[in-house]
């Protein structure tokens, strides 16, 4: 990673976690595909996760993870060539040691910045083979920490754990996941108290977005912030997305959090609940982003890799809902002026 693509992660900014577009034979849309990947770049994303949850685990399973990355990677290339900055990219990593090492290898030699390690295929490691497992795959790209929820495959991780992976000197970033505050502040609370200055804190916490990214938390070592978010519900509305991570940059900065911003919060919550299907505990998920971007005429249709998976009965009167009640959180006509040259 160069040293503008680092102070990029250590001063924050929004990364999407990048969907899966698909064909109605449920085959890889390129032009689409790219077409999303374009609509982050313009969007003001500071960078992008391939290969995570919301692209969809199964990728693996149909051959996939390779030329996704490879699609992605090449179309911020060519997007950033237009005009020149940091972007940091990012890859996913999943499954047992040696799975994980040669996912690493793939996205190192693609030219991806850091891996997003998964521990969720490891759920009765101890902390000692937990830790060896993120060694490994630090030893081929710098790692990006990831406590993802119970509901969507994670595990429980310690604050010993936390405290140990932060000692792995390749570590630059820690993405906290778990939607739940005591969890949370664990993790704050074990980087902190590791020292480590260099290691960002992004949120995945999609529950609580705007709360996490203007909240101090102090330890003995002194205060932490959580700079960025690293997130599905990123994927949708992403201008406004960065928009409010540059916002909340600024109450951090200023020291004065606008209650408009709390409010806007509170909405992002509410809409995340309905696209997230958090009454059906999550299984409508990645539908309901698809369904989002089928809406803005990115994606063809909301299909996902798996014909049973769409959106649960009732989540769709529950999207129209917090479209309504929150214009403000959609970014629907800067999408609809750039999409025709995305799609192009």
Not at 194 to 203: H, Q
Request: charged letters at 25%.
């Amino acid at each position: 990673m160069d040293d503008a693509t680092r102070a990029l992660l250590t001063r924050g900014c929004a990364i999407p976690a990048h969907p899966l577009a698909l064909t109605a034979v449920r085959t890889l849309d390129e032009r689409r595909q790219r077409a999303l990947t374009r609509y982050y770049v313009a969007a003001g994303a500071g960078g992008i996760a391939v290969g995570v949850h919301t692209t969809q685990f199964a990728i693996r399973d149909r051959g996939l993870l390779e030329p996704v990355l490879a699609l992605a990677i090449e179309t911020v290339r060519a997007e950033l060539a237009r005009a020149p900055r940091p972007f940091v990219r990012i890859a996913g990593a999943i499954g047992p040691t040696s799975q994980a090492v040669r996912e690493a290898e793939i996205a190192a030699k693609l030219g991806y910045d850091c891996v997003l390690l998964s521990l969720g295929a490891l759920p009765k490691a101890t902390d000692d083979e937990l830790i060896a497992h993120c060694r490994a795959v630090a030893e081929v790209l710098p790692l990006f920490g990831f406590y993802l929820q119970t509901a969507v495959g994670g595990r429980p991780l310690s604050y010993d754990f936390w405290r140990r992976f932060a000692e792995i000197d390749q570590v630059c970033a820690v993405k906290i996941a778990p939607f739940n505050r005591y969890q949370t502040l664990d993790v704050v609370r074990a980087i902190a108290d590791s020292g480590r200055e260099d290691i960002a804190l992004y949120t995945g916490n999609d529950d609580n977005i705007v709360a996490d990214l203007v909240t101090p938390c102090d330890s003995a070592r002194g205060r932490r912030w959580i700079v960025g978010g690293l997130l599905g519900q990123f994927a949708v509305w992403t201008s406004r997305a960065a928009g409010f991570v540059n916002l909340a940059r600024e109450a951090r900065e200023t020291g004065k959090v606008d209650r408009a911003l709390l409010a806007d919060g509170a909405a992002l919550t509410d809409a995340n609940g309905a696209l997230f299907d958090v009454r059906h505990n999550f299984a409508g998920c990645i539908a309901g982003l698809h369904e989002i971007l089928r809406r803005q005429g990115l994606f063809e249709g909301r299909w996902c890799l798996d014909p049973n998976e769409d959106l649960s009965p009732g989540q769709i009167d529950e999207i129209d809902r917090v479209e309504r009640a929150y214009p403000q959180l959609t970014d629907n006509a800067f999408v609809a002026e750039h999409r025709d040259r995305w799609l192009s």
